[in-house]
């Protein structure tokens, strides 16, 4: 190797190698995209049968929709094609045709209507129960189809004919290519949307009726007036070719026409034809909502039972009620006897579970309830005690002071109901005044004991204080009475005056806000000035009643 190589190596040797690195795996890409043609159905397969399936049919339905999308409009006529053996049923029933042997049927009955023909078939259908469109259709319904051509669609070539047998032949390859160049004139001048076709036409005393298919066409001469029902069997039988010939190759049309054109059973009639019994489907349905009807009326009348014998439950459970009358007209109406003091009628509303219309009448009921309630009323019943009623005893219990018990007392045995008053569990204390002024005192006797030297308080007896004090406040706030407290705080024997004073201040602060605590007012506390005669280690209050 030269100098000017190894020169060349040690300049460019690592760009070189990364080239050389990178142009194999541009021909390992290239030979892979070769093949992909290849492997593209063995890949779908495998990720159709693989968890990336619902990734898969994400990425491909925007593209197989706009492929669709630019068939149908670029050539209709083929999906048209491809559709026919599926949509030709549903083309069947559509309701055009549907509506045509509708007016035709009733057409025919109204021009039988009013002769002497028609008011014997009128009678015949009054005797036999049959409809009397049914019966006209009778007699009049008469037909036949003369000849029979299944044509080659696009070059106009006969497959199959047939003839009724005493007809003179026809020139039939003529009368194929004529109707292939009435059916190509039609298509090439209508321009309808997805092509336009001949459907039927009149010729002589003949009815042309003419169905066409993607590869045949199938045209019938029919003699008389046919049913609705003929045009759907010519349709079905052309569908049942094509389907048969669907992705058969080298299929016998031929052949195949004539063992599925079975034309002596299928398709000719002669003579009359008998219309098929009126469907029952009207006379079920009208039994039906006739059944609903009756059911729901009978229903109507169990759940008004139902609603009545529970009104009248509600009100006979209810002390204090009577029922008087009870009808309904929209809502349910009551009238009732009511006690003042029984429970409002909002309350059978709330029972029921529905709105009510109620009219009240006073009156004294002689139930346990509403005496029970008169006497709470009328007594007015302190919350200390309590009253109960049981067969027109009157039982008081609890506890109540002695003005309560002179005043009240004696109006017990008064109120209407009341036959007796028992008080053997009624307890008769002082008055409330009284005993807002002994629980004062005994407050007065109490205070907060703190340990020599300190200003810190035992927690379980602060909590005690600041119970009975609100014992205390809530007893005046009943009565309506304004208290107050002066609180007082004292020092231990001994210390410097300074100190002394600072604990008195600090333990009568304590004992302030334990009052405040228990709901007194600030303007209700006064804190006394320093006493330092009083040597104790706690802190007191005196209560004022005002």
């Given at each position: 190797?030269t100098?000017?190589?190894?020169?060349?190596?040690?300049?460019?040797?690592?760009?070189?190698?990364?080239l050389?690195?990178?142009?194999?795996?541009?021909?390992?890409?290239?030979?892979?995209?070769?093949?992909?043609?290849?492997?593209?159905?063995?890949?779908?397969?495998?990720?159709?049968?693989?968890?990336?399936?619902?990734?898969?049919?994400?990425?491909?339905?925007?593209?197989?929709?706009?492929?669709?999308?630019d068939?149908?409009?670029?050539?209709p006529?083929?999906?048209?094609?491809?559709?026919?053996?599926?949509?030709?049923?549903?083309?069947?029933?559509?309701?055009?045709e549907?509506?045509?042997?509708?007016?035709?049927?009733?057409n025919r009955?109204?021009?039988?209507?009013?002769?002497?023909?028609?008011?014997?078939?009128?009678?015949?259908?009054?005797?036999?129960?049959?409809?009397?469109?049914?019966?006209?259709?009778?007699?009049?319904?008469?037909?036949?189809?003369?000849?029979?051509?299944?044509?080659?669609?696009?070059?106009?070539?006969?497959?199959?004919?047939?003839?009724?047998?005493?007809?003179?032949?026809?020139?039939a390859?003529?009368?194929?290519?004529?109707?292939?160049?009435?059916?190509?004139?039609?298509?090439?001048?209508?321009?309808?949307?997805g092509?336009?076709?001949?459907a039927?036409?009149?010729?002589?005393?003949?009815?042309?009726l003419?169905?066409?298919?993607?590869?045949?066409?199938?045209?019938?001469?029919?003699?008389?007036?046919?049913?609705?029902?003929?045009h759907e069997?010519?349709?079905?039988?052309?569908?049942?070719l094509?389907?048969?010939?669907?992705g058969?190759?080298?299929?016998?049309?031929?052949?195949?026409?004539?063992?599925a054109?079975?034309?002596?059973?299928?398709?000719v009639?002669?003579?009359?034809?008998?219309?098929?019994?009126?469907?029952?489907?009207?006379?079920?349905?009208?039994?039906?909502?006739?059944?609903?009807?009756?059911?729901?009326?009978?229903?109507?009348?169990?759940?008004?039972?139902?609603?009545?014998?529970?009104?009248?439950?509600?009100v006979?459970?209810?002390?204090?009620?009577?029922?008087?009358?009870?009808?309904?007209?929209?809502?349910?109406?009551?009238?009732?006897?009511?006690?003042?003091?029984?429970?409002?009628?909002?309350?059978?509303?709330?029972?029921?579970?529905?709105?009510?219309?109620?009219?009240?009448?006073?009156?004294?009921?002689?139930?346990?309830?509403?005496?029970?309630?008169?006497?709470?009323?009328?007594?007015?019943?302190?919350?200390?005690?309590?009253?109960?009623?049981e067969?027109?005893?009157?039982?008081?219990?609890?506890?109540?002071?002695s003005?309560?018990?002179?005043?009240?007392?004696?109006?017990?045995?008064?109120?209407?109901?009341?036959?007796?008053?028992?008080?053997?569990?009624?307890?008769?204390?002082?008055?409330?005044?009284?005993?807002?002024?002994?629980?004062?005192?005994e407050?007065?006797r109490?205070?907060l004991?703190?340990?020599?030297?300190?200003?810190?308080?035992?927690?379980?007896?602060?909590?005690?204080?600041?119970?009975?004090?609100?014992?205390?406040?809530?007893?005046?706030?009943?009565?309506?009475?304004?208290?107050?407290?002066?609180?007082?705080?004292?020092?231990?024997?001994?210390?410097?005056?300074?100190r002394?004073?600072?604990?008195?201040?600090?333990?009568?602060?304590?004992?302030?806000?334990?009052?405040?605590?228990?709901?007194?007012?600030?303007?209700?506390?006064?804190?006394?000035?320093?006493?330092?005669?009083?040597?104790?280690?706690?802190?007191?209050m005196?209560?004022?009643?005002?």
């Amino acid at each position: 190797m030269t100098k000017y190589q190894q020169l060349r190596e040690l300049l460019l040797g690592d760009e070189r190698r990364a080239l050389q690195r990178q142009q194999a795996q541009i021909d390992a890409l290239s030979d892979a995209h070769a093949d992909l043609a290849q492997q593209l159905p063995a890949l779908i397969e495998a990720a159709e049968q693989g968890p990336a399936k619902p990734a898969l049919h994400q990425a491909l339905s925007p593209v197989v929709a706009a492929a669709l999308d630019d068939s149908v409009r670029r050539a209709p006529q083929r999906i048209v094609d491809a559709l026919f053996p599926i949509i030709g049923p549903a083309i069947r029933k559509a309701i055009a045709e549907a509506l045509r042997g509708f007016v035709l049927d009733i057409n025919r009955a109204m021009e039988m209507s009013f002769t002497p023909r028609g008011l014997r078939w009128r009678l015949e259908s009054w005797r036999s129960g049959v409809p009397f469109a049914q019966v006209v259709l009778k007699h009049t319904l008469s037909y036949r189809i003369d000849h029979l051509f299944l044509i080659e669609r696009e070059a106009g070539i006969l497959l199959y004919r047939y003839s009724a047998p005493e007809l003179p032949d026809l020139d039939a390859d003529a009368i194929a290519g004529m109707l292939t160049a009435i059916g190509d004139f039609v298509r090439d001048s209508v321009q309808a949307p997805g092509g336009g076709s001949l459907a039927s036409a009149t010729v002589g005393e003949h009815l042309l009726l003419v169905r066409e298919g993607p590869q045949a066409t199938l045209a019938a001469f029919v003699r008389g007036v046919p049913p609705a029902a003929l045009h759907e069997r010519l349709s079905q039988k052309l569908e049942d070719l094509h389907r048969g010939a669907a992705g058969v190759p080298g299929f016998d049309w031929p052949i195949e026409a004539a063992r599925a054109l079975d034309v002596t059973a299928a398709l000719v009639v002669r003579g009359e034809e008998q219309r098929a019994p009126m469907p029952k489907w009207p006379w079920i349905v009208l039994a039906l909502f006739l059944a609903i009807g009756f059911s729901w009326l009978i229903w109507q009348r169990i759940e008004q039972g139902r609603e009545r014998a529970q009104l009248q439950s509600i009100v006979a459970a209810e002390p204090g009620w009577r029922l008087i009358a009870l009808d309904r007209n929209g809502v349910w109406q009551l009238q009732l006897l009511r006690d003042p003091d029984a429970r409002s009628v909002a309350h059978l509303e709330k029972q029921f579970g529905g709105p009510v219309e109620v009219d009240e009448i006073a009156f004294l009921s002689l139930d346990d309830m509403p005496i029970a309630r008169r006497a709470e009323r009328t007594l007015a019943i302190p919350a200390t005690a309590s009253v109960r009623v049981e067969r027109g005893v009157l039982a008081l219990s609890g506890e109540v002071d002695s003005a309560w018990a002179e005043r009240y007392l004696p109006l017990a045995s008064a109120i209407a109901g009341v036959r007796d008053v028992d008080t053997r569990a009624l307890r008769i204390g002082p008055t409330a005044r009284e005993r807002l002024q002994a629980l004062a005192e005994e407050l007065n006797r109490r205070a907060l004991v703190f340990p020599r030297g300190s200003a810190d308080v035992d927690a379980d007896q602060r909590s005690a204080l600041v119970a009975e004090v609100r014992r205390l406040v809530e007893l005046a706030q009943s009565l309506d009475v304004r208290i107050a407290a002066t609180v007082t705080g004292h020092s231990d024997e001994g210390g410097s005056e300074r100190r002394n004073r600072l604990l008195r201040a600090e333990r009568a602060q304590i004992l302030h806000d334990s009052l405040r605590a228990a709901g007194v007012g600030a303007d209700q506390i006064v804190i006394a000035v320093d006493n330092p005669q009083a040597l104790a280690p706690k802190a007191t209050m005196h209560w004022e009643i005002r």
